[in-house]
């Protein structure tokens, strides 16, 4: 069985609902999984776990949080080739009409490194409604297999 960690930061709470539904469809699809905020992750190591789900919201100008979050990514994305890794995050503005051009960069950068990038990065905008959790779920469930 895989072992799944979920690692997010989250300011507003939406990020961390998101996380919450992923795991929910993690456990549905019978991954072993754990979430973590940043912060309580911290020194464990990426290398135990078969998976990551990475949750970042989209801040200042379509960047990842840049006081927890980057330091944190920067930090680990050396280990990340040949890792099966998810990506996923909140924004809160139109942007360039989806929101979507730190996810872009997130994902692009986290190829350079070598990951096997799940899917693409989810997205949802500001808080996820019941139907955007069924799409972190069904997410989860995917990422899960």
């Known amino acids: 069985m895989a072992k799944i960690a979920v690692i997010y930061w ?3 709470g939406n990020t961390q609902s998101m996380a919450e539904s992923v795991m929910e469809g993690l456990k549905a699809g019978g991954a072993e ?3 973590f905020t940043v912060s309580e992750f911290g020194s464990k190591s990426i290398d135990d776990y078969d998976k990551i789900a990475f949750g970042c919201p989209a801040m200042g100008a379509e960047e990842l949080e840049p006081d927890e ?32 051009e730190w996810m872009r960069n997130w994902e692009a ?37």
């Open 109 to 145: 950068r986290s190829k350079d490194k070598g990951a096997d990038l799940f899917e693409e990065g989810l997205i949802i905008y500001d808080a996820p409604t019941a139907a955007g959790k069924d799409k972190c779920k069904e997410f989860g469930e995917r990422f899960s297999k």
């Open 69 to 100: 979050f980057e330091p944190f990514f920067a930090s680990i994305e050396g280990k990340l080739s040949g890792k099966k890794i998810a990506l996923f995050g909140s924004y809160e503005w139109a942007g360039d009409g989806e929101g979507g």
């Open 10 to 12: 989250s300011g507003t």
């Open 33 to 35: 999984a754990s979430l």
